[in-house]
């Protein structure tokens, strides 16, 4: 079994910062992609950056500049840096991961996701 657990949202004013963190624990052999989604209310979860092992970015058209994806793969942890926050940037910011186990299976995690509130 493998658990994600984010931390690190909250509420900042427009412009501020935020860095939201998630960690994975369990029968870990290593993990490929890192994601973190977000979802605000009343609309569909999006992809907002992912990250692959190799440490190749990508990241949704809404936020590319302001945000900043990492990983440690020594700790089996994501981070993303989220800078120059905006209103609509508000939503429950979920990290995603592909691990490997150690039994060798390959499945996606969920964490169950951190509220950040963009406001004055």
């Known amino acids: 079994q493998v658990q994600l657990e984010e931390s690190g949202g909250g509420l900042v004013q427009p412009g501020g910062s935020l860095r939201l963190s998630c960690a994975a624990s369990g029968t870990i052999r290593y993990i490929n992609y890192m994601h973190w989604y977000r979802q605000a209310p009343g609309k569909q979860r999006e992809m907002v950056a992912i990250?692959?092992?190799?440490?190749?970015?990508n990241y949704a058209g809404s936020v590319k500049g302001r945000f900043t994806i990492s990983r440690d793969d020594a700790k089996n942890m994501v981070f993303m840096q989220m800078n120059s926050l905006k209103p609509e940037d508000t939503a429950v910011y979920y990290c995603?991961?592909?691990?490997?186990?150690?039994?060798?299976?390959?499945?996606?995690?969920w964490g169950q996701g951190t509220q950040v509130t963009v406001s004055s």
């Open positions: 990250i692959t092992r190799e440490g190749a970015t």
């Open positions: 995603a991961m592909m691990v490997v186990t150690t039994t060798g299976l390959t499945t996606d995690y």
